[in-house]
Each structure stands twice: as structure tokens, then as C-alpha cells.
């Protein structure tokens, strides 16, 4: 069974740095594509970034300059650096891994990570 795993959550201060992980049991990691997906209190969930498996990096305009996507397919994870936060970070950080082959696609997303930016 695939499993997708955040880590790295949690409270941070206005101006502060957090590094979200995301582990993926998923086969072949290093052909999907992944990303980053948040969602606030009353609002649809939204891009952040994404990775390809080529490396190529898509980021949200509101964190280009603050966050980093990046992976590890040695370790079958994927890495969001966040630095200078502001409050309106504050979401439900999703990760997601997604294969499209010919006609076939493989979604999976994992269970969240609280990020909280307040003083």
C-alpha cells in the first residue's frame, strides 16, 4: 500500500524558516512528479510547488524567492524549504506524488502537516 508522510510541520514566528519532508512509498519515485499543496481555513487548496522528475521546479507566485522545492530519490522524499514566513502561510501543507503514463495516472496524496506562522 503507498503511503505519503509529511513531517516538519509546526509554530514558527513571523520572519522564521521551516523545512517540510515528504516521504513516498511509492515505486519508481524518481518518475514522478511531486508537490507541495496547501490549504488555510476557508479557502480551496493551492499550488505551492512542484518538482518534475527531470528536476524542473513550478512555484506559487506568493512564495517565489521564500520556499525551495527540492528531492532526494535516493530516499524517495521530497523537501520544501520555507524561509521568511509570513502569517498568511499559515495552511495545511499537502504533499502529492503524481505518474501520468499513456492513459494511466497514479495520485496519491498524504494526510497534511500543520504550518503556523504567528508571533
Known amino acids: 500500500q503507498v503511503q505519503v508522510v509529511e513531517s516538519g510541520g509546526g509554530l514558527v514566528q513571523p520572519g522564521g524558516s521551516l523545512r517540510l519532508s515528504c516521504a513516498a512509498s511509492?515505486?519508481?519515485?524518481?518518475?514522478?512528479?511531486m508537490g507541495w499543496y496547501r490549504q488555510a481555513p476557508g479557502k480551496q487548496r493551492e499550488l505551492v510547488a512542484t518538482?518534475?522528475?527531470?528536476?524542473?521546479?513550478n512555484y506559487a507566485d506568493s512564495v517565489k524567492g521564500r520556499f525551495t522545492i527540492s528531492r532526494d530519490n535516493a530516499k524517495n522524499t521530497v523537501y520544501l524549504q520555507m524561509n521568511s514566513l509570513k502569517p498568511e502561510d499559515t495552511a495545511v501543507y499537502y504533499c502529492?506524488?503524481?505518474?501520468?503514463?499513456?492513459?494511466?495516472?497514479?495520485?496519491?496524496w498524504g494526510q497534511g502537516t500543520q504550518v503556523t506562522v504567528s508571533s
Open positions: 502529492n506524488a503524481n505518474r501520468v503514463i499513456f492513459d494511466s495516472e497514479r495520485d496519491y
Open positions: 511509492v515505486g519508481r519515485f524518481s518518475s514522478y512528479r
Open positions: 518538482i518534475t522528475s527531470s528536476g524542473s521546479t
